[in-house]
């Protein structure tokens, strides 16, 4: 059995991140049925969990790519209302990772990243692109600057992904399924750098099958299924003592 | 052990696959020019037969064909009365192009607005005027056009806007004394204002500090403008120098310009050859070139060799122009740029008057009770009004549903990643969907383009005087159908060829950069 392997301790701070009975319907079918949990600053949270369980849905409500329609969402003291005054600081603070990359096709590798920075934060293009450069080197690409996303492979592509959200100096990074779509002998690229990032205090929400990440990295493991958070636990509980049938069997199907 | 060879044969001719390539190309070939040859000396025999003589002197001979609009509206010879109809196709054509995307742009921008009511327009626009023959859509502008008051000896006076059943009259701009100076300033100006430009961008890119290029083009364009406003007197100097160079080329032999065409040919051919091998040329060195290439390359040179001969035999060809003299096409080249230059020299003699004026349309009493516009403004004719209505508004609906499409086309992960970065939906519009967008429009809409041009043709069918209208009265008076209907295809395809290679350059810079 893995051991939670302690990275350098990191200090848990205030509740960033409060969600109080969360709920979401496509149509008739009810994707959240009521979601209640905190998030403390500089926390590693992982969500597992089968799919159309709401996993997915719930951490893009956080952003709001999806609205919630009843229940409270509260990112760092600010509330997710319909204000886009509010939805524009929040985005700006939350970086998200997806499944699919998202990368401009158009833009080159160093576009991709300094977009944001420029047209959202105004940062001076000189500024913008030397944060870029620095982002590219802790990702491990900084060769590949010039060029554009469909000469990368899927690893490298995540990469600058990851780089492009943290560029907008992010309080919460929320990670959806970011490694689902990559070969097997690419995961592990996408994998350290994340684990790099938890290390550096990084608050981060995590969608993901890779257990031995969720086991290494994550203060916290969460259970979804049917819409609610069945279970939830530290990675020692969770993989060696879950209480629910749900989750055993869960677990059983995937380890 | 040892691996079993036959013994190496010979391939046979009839077997190798190199050989019969070559075989088939240049049959193709041969082929293509035979049955041209062919169709062309039958139908040469023909027209002889049928006593109908096929020859290009209309193209000189004084016409008596009143033009309703135009540069010239009675042009005194054929060449003349279809350089009016081409204008007028370009007139149509080009301002319509502009309008039709824009319109159609907007619409189809409208079509996936989320206000219901912009939405709904947007669809009923579309599918009312889609589905409705062009033809008829030109006739319903006219008929609108022609409903509306006539024009009586009350209304005489200038107006800022006028509408009326002779047409559409709006104030406008006209050129006046010192046009033409003023613009060697302007283009002055532009030229300052890019080194400025280039100059600041690079103390941005260096500083980080914000210097605004593209403003400061702008400004200097305005500055060198309103200097020249009033300075242009001062470069009335430059008048001997236009003429000058005027009767340069009219010194000079004529065999010179054949010799440039023939020169310009072989080295284009050159060029192009030379290009080729570059694109060939790999890391290791030139690649292989295979058969076809070959064939390409012997193609381009043949190509440069014989635009080398035709432009001797076009230059040496005979024509006699309106005033009835004879005179080499050479001769006409060099006759035409002198002209240009000495008529520029003359513009640069002006002293006075101002580079712009306004100009407002005036109705005036022409003749007994006939009132209709004068010169001042624009006015746009009733056939005018109803060929370029029609061909925007049907194009612009067809381009709408092709903007559509491509903003459809992107993938949502892209607008969900621009937002996730906290860009506004103006800012990811414009820096993300539509740069991708566009280079799924692009290609069907240059196909709008060729047709809006096309269409244009229909203006015969409101008396609006585009090249087919010209055509066909040159072609009654004159019974030279072929050679006028060569004109026309030769016109629209060059047209249309011209919008193609438009649309491929841009096609080729928007490509997105894949593996």
Redesign the interface.
């Given at each position: 059995m893995t051991m939670h392997e302690t990275t350098p301790e990191r200090v848990l701070g205030d509740d960033i991140v409060i969600a109080e009975g969360v709920k979401k319907w496509f149509g008739d079918f009810q994707a959240l049925k009521g979601v209640t949990t905190r998030v403390k600053e500089r926390e590693v949270v992982v969500i597992i969990g089968p799919s159309g369980s709401g996993k997915s849905t719930f951490i893009r409500c956080l952003?709001r790519?999806e609205a919630h329609q009843e229940g409270t969402i509260i990112i760092d003291g600010t509330e997710l209302t319909n204000d886009l005054k509010n939805i524009?600081k929040i985005?700006?603070e939350?970086?998200?990772v997806?499944q699919?990359f998202?990368?401009?096709?158009?833009l080159t590798v160093m576009d991709n990243i300094t977009?944001?920075p420029i047209?959202?934060r105004k940062t001076?293009?000189?500024?913008a692109e030397a944060t870029a450069m620095e982002l590219l080197e802790r990702v491990g690409i900084p060769e590949q600057a010039d060029?554009?996303p469909?000469?990368l492979s899927g690893g490298q592509q995540q990469r600058v992904?990851i780089a492009?959200?943290l560029a907008?100096k992010p309080r919460i990074m929320l990670f959806d399924e970011p490694t689902s779509a990559l070969d097997p002998e690419m995961i592990k690229e996408v994998l350290d750098v994340m684990k790099e990032l938890a290390a550096s205090g990084m608050t981060m929400i995590v969608v993901t099958h890779e257990m031995g990440f969720a086991r290494e990295v994550a203060d916290r493991v969460m259970f979804f299924d049917y819409g609610t958070i069945v279970e939830e636990g530290t990675p020692e509980h969770f993989f060696t003592n879950p209480q629910h049938d749900r989750t055993k069997l869960f677990l059983s199907q995937i380890l | 052990m040892t691996v079993e060879v036959r013994e190496h044969q010979k391939t046979p001719l009839w077997r190798n696959a190199t050989f019969l390539k070559w075989v088939a190309q240049i049959g193709v070939l041969v082929a293509l020019l035979a049955l041209f040859a062919l169709l062309g000396s039958e139908a040469l025999k023909n027209f002889n037969q049928s006593g109908i003589s096929f020859g290009w002197k209309w193209l000189s001979d004084p016409t008596g064909v009143d033009i309703r609009e135009g540069i010239d509206t009675s042009p005194d010879s054929g060449v003349r009365a279809l350089a009016v109809g081409m204008v007028n196709t370009l007139r149509v054509g080009v301002s319509g192009i502009i309008a039709a995307t824009v319109l159609g742009t907007l619409i189809g921008i409208g079509r996936l607005s989320k206000n219901w009511i912009v939405n709904k327009l947007s669809t009923v626009y579309i599918e009312s005027i889609r589905n409705v023959p062009l033809l008829l859509q030109i006739f319903f502008w006219q008929a609108m056009a022609l409903v509306l008051p006539q024009l009586a000896t009350d209304d005489v006076g200038t107006y800022w806007f006028k509408a009326s059943n002779k047409g559409f009259g709006l104030a406008w701009f006209r050129t006046d004394g010192g046009f033409w100076p003023w613009m060697l300033f302007v283009v002055a100006g532009i030229l300052v204002g890019r080194a400025v430009s280039r100059s600041r961008h690079r103390i941005?890119?260096?500083?980080?500090?914000?210097t605004y290029p593209g403003l400061s083009w702008l400004a200097t364009v305005i500055v060198f403008a309103a200097v020249g406003w009033f300075a242009w007197p001062i470069l009335r100097f430059l008048a001997p120098v236009w003429h000058g160079i005027a009767s340069f080329f009219r010194a000079l032999p004529p065999i010179v310009y054949p010799i440039v065409g023939a020169i310009a040919s072989i080295g284009f051919a050159v060029l192009w050859i030379r290009n080729f091998f570059e694109s060939r040329r790999t890391p290791a060195g030139f690649g292989k070139l295979t058969d076809d290439d070959w064939f390409r390359v012997i193609f381009a040179g043949f190509s440069g060799i014989a635009l080398a001969i035709v432009s001797f035999v076009i230059g040496g060809f005979v024509l006699t122009t309106v005033g009835g003299d004879k005179a080499s096409v050479a001769e006409l080249i060099g006759r035409g740029i002198a002209n240009v230059f000495d008529w520029l020299g003359r513009s640069f003699e002006v002293t006075s008057g101002s580079p712009i004026v306004g100009s407002r349309p005036e109705v005036i009493v022409r003749g007994a009770g006939f009132v209709n516009f004068s010169e001042g403004g624009v006015v746009m004719s009733v056939p005018f009004f109803a060929i370029w209505t029609g061909v925007t508004l049907y194009t612009a609906s067809f381009i709408a549903e092709i903007v559509r499409g491509g903003i459809l086309a992107v993938?949502k992960?892209?607008t969900?990643?621009?937002?996730?970065?906290?860009?506004?939906r103006s800012?990811y519009l414009r820096?993300?969907i539509l740069?991708?967008a566009f280079?799924i429009i692009l290609p069907p809409m240059g196909n709008q383009y060729l047709n809006l041009m096309k269409n244009t043709s229909l203006g015969i069918a409101v008396a609006f005087p585009e090249i087919v209208q010209v055509g066909t009265t040159i072609l009654n008076q004159t019974g030279q159908s072929l050679p006028v209907v060569l004109v026309w295809m030769g016109f629209f395809v060059s047209l249309s060829l011209g919008i193609s290679a438009i649309v491929n350059y841009y096609n080729r810079k928007?490509m997105?950069?894949?593996?």
């Open positions: 952003n790519l524009e985005r700006s939350v970086g998200m997806f699919q998202n990368l401009f096709p158009h977009l944001a047209w959202v001076p293009k000189a500024e060029k554009y469909g000469q992904a492009r959200s907008m | 941005q890119e260096e500083t980080g500090r914000i993938p992960g892209q969900e990643a621009a937002m996730a970065l906290g860009l506004r800012q820096l993300v740069p991708q280079r928007m997105i950069v894949e593996r």
